[in-house]
Each structure stands twice: as structure tokens, then as C-alpha cells.
């Protein structure tokens, strides 16, 4: 088996927008050399190269176990977060894109894989009980010592890549 590796390019950019909020953009390329995924048509048929002392089989050739190929990612990511105050937390999106070149899948045609995500938007609210009282609700209110806190926390994301099948067999005795 080869040695895996990857080559990551990443550039950035923060921005205090004022004394609250931040801006963070983010890009990126990646490109993975001989990487490994579990062969998934791989049969039960294997070979034993030896047996140990005590008449226990010894499998050590994995070629047939694993799938090996080549694979890219590129994206970009934009997030503003919000750090101080009653109400904090940050809103974020991403938008990535992921292929894999692997020997017998996909006719050795680029694919996205499985865990592959196209589209994510977090969004992630975190509120000050005590803090949020004082500041909006009663100004003349003294804040208690407890410290109770809220959180709310939003995920969309597109879905996974999926191939429908087109037909279906059936055989009967």
C-alpha cells in the first residue's frame, strides 16, 4: 500500500466590523493523494498468508479490502459572529465542493463522495437570561449571581449525493 497525503492552500480574512460583531471569510483548496476507502463490493473470499503458532489464521494483504484514489476539495466559508452582550453567538455558511477518483468506481470517473456537503448554514444563538433582563426588560433591576443562559442552534445543509437506481430485477424459483 502507498503512504496517504494531502497538500492544503487556505487563505483568510477577519475584520472587526465594530466593538461587536466580527466578519470572517475563508478559502481553500486541498488535494489528496492515495487515499483509502473500504472496498464495498469486497468478498468474504480471503486467503490466509500464514497460520501463528497456536493454528490461528494471519490475513496481512489488504489490497482487496480497500479502494485507493485520489480526491480534491475546494470551498469558501463566510462567518459573523457576535461575542459580547446579552446575546451572542454567529451565523455561518459554507459552500464546499469534494471529488474522488478511485480505481474501479465510477469507471474511474470523478464523483463527489458520500460525505460530501455542498451547501451548510449554522446559525448559533446564545442568550443571557440575567443580562437579557437587565438590559432590555428593567434597567433598574440588580443582576442576581446565577447565571442562566439559552441556547438555540440552526443547521441547513444541502443533501447527500445519492444515485437512484433506474431498474430493478426480480427472479423467482
Request: aromatic residues 16%.
Amino acid at each position: 500500500q502507498r503512504e496517504s497525503t494531502s497538500y492544503h492552500l487556505i487563505g483568510g480574512f477577519q475584520k472587526e466590523l465594530d466593538e461587536h460583531f466580527f466578519l470572517e471569510i475563508e478559502g481553500y483548496y486541498k488535494k489528496y493523494k492515495n487515499i483509502y476507502q473500504f472496498n464495498q463490493t469486497f468478498l468474504t473470499d480471503i486467503t490466509a498468508k500464514g497460520f501463528t503458532d497456536k493454528g490461528e489464521s494471519i490475513y496481512n494483504d489488504t489490497q482487496a479490502l480497500f479502494d485507493h484514489g485520489n480526491g480534491n476539495s475546494a470551498g469558501f466559508e463566510i462567518l459573523v459572529k457576535k461575542e459580547t452582550g446579552s446575546i451572542t453567538g454567529w451565523a455561518g455558511y459554507s459552500l464546499a465542493f469534494t471529488d474522488h477518483e478511485f480505481n474501479n468506481i465510477n469507471q474511474e470517473k470523478t464523483y463527489p463522495p458520500r460525505h460530501d456537503r455542498t451547501h451548510v448554514f449554522n446559525l448559533v444563538s446564545n442568550f443571557n437570561l440575567n443580562k437579557l433582563w437587565k438590559e432590555y426588560i428593567n434597567n433598574n433591576y440588580i443582576q442576581g449571581t446565577s447565571d442562566w443562559q439559552f441556547g438555540l442552534n440552526f443547521v441547513y445543509t444541502s443533501g447527500q449525493p445519492i444515485t437512484v437506481p433506474s431498474s430493478a430485477y426480480s427472479t423467482g424459483t
